[in-house]
């Protein structure tokens, strides 16, 4: 050949390379190019045979729970750890007499490793035995409410000049940002409390190799299984959880976890791990969450371990543009989660979050539900945006963005009402 057709050659093949290779990291939005694509039969188990009953879903689960770990989140480690819990502040007549309002350090001593999280509880007034809503929030305690008692965190934040974070350093200027996110007025009057902590206090969301946050307190030679930071965040959870259930003013068999967004992903994953989370809400939680991920719609596999690296396990990598090849998706989650109560919302607007794929995520669990509870998922096709469904398994798609709205909490208070206090709400 010669030279300069040789070196046309090779631009015309690293131009052709380089293009093949951008065309498949543009998302897809497009319903009719959405490859085909085979779900993994929930009750099959690996072997092939077929899950008849409890049993048989006892082992099933704990197969799909397997993969789960190894291939998509990480293996979290065990917790034979001690937690001291120690109140910060105690507000008899928050939210104008209606509440009690405590901030409680929880320091997780593992050996001579130790670190704290900041909880900010609002539970009714007089309650003994409530039903609590426990979730992280994105900017810290201060910024889910207005009252002036609530200490600014000074755990590292990323930079944000509209929450006045500077030099990761939150500042007053938060305070009461995220309320719209938490309407905690309206849920204390219906007879729930809530429990939040700033996420990053569990673990900082950047990747730093896994030394810092809860990573921190396990010495660990890692690999391909070993737990990224949504596992940690979950993990984190049931630490909350083991604080929870030892207050008189909490009912330990009503306690929902919830979360929006990476935080929703984080809420589906501790509901699977810790079968005490009594019923979970995943808001808006998309890629890795409640969306399938052979759908390849919107976010996919590849591109969100190439934007956030430290959120899954190594494993997870395996599976960039190879959706086809995953041992597991979503819908499986979710199953993971029956016979419990799971709510999905997605919303009209976050197509990045794939809500199709997130709904289609429920009807594929709802096969584990029939079975242990005889109740199906009572959609066969997507709802009309603002009608949510509801049997075990909840589902709405509403009009709007990628936030938490005041309609999303409407729903979740209905659902939880029906589920976990009995008694029927007919719509706010
Ligand atoms: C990004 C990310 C999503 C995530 C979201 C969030 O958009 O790609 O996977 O859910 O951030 O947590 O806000």
Known sequence: MK???LIFSVILFLVNIYFLKGQQFVANYDESKVPSYRLPDPLKFENGGTVRNKKGWDRRREEIFKIFENEVYGVAPGWKGEIIASELSSDENALNGKAVRKEINLTLKNGNRELTMTMLLYMPKNSAGSPVFLGYNFYGNHTITSEPG?????SWIRNNKDYGVFENRASEAGRGLSSGYWPVEMIVS???GVATIYYGDADPDYDDGFHNGVHGLYDQERDGTSWGTIAGWAWGLSRA????VTLPSVDPGRVIVMGHSRLGKTALWAGA???RFALVISNNSGCGGAALSKRAFGETVGSINRSFPHWFCGNFRKYNEKEELLPVDQHQLIALIAPRPVYVASAEEDQWADPRGEFLSCAGASPVYKLLTGETFPADDM???NSPVM????YHIRTGGHAVTLYDWQQYLRFAD????KKERATF
């Open 3 to 5: 030279k300069p057709v």
């Open 150 to 154: 609530i200490a600014v965190t000074k």
């Open 190 to 192: 219906e007879g729930y």
């Open 241 to 244: 959880m083991d604080y929870l």
């Open 273 to 275: 791990m810790d079968e």
């Open 383 to 385: 709802p009309p945006l």
């Open 391 to 394: 049997s075990r398994i909840g």
């Open 418 to 421: 029906m589920h976990l206090q």
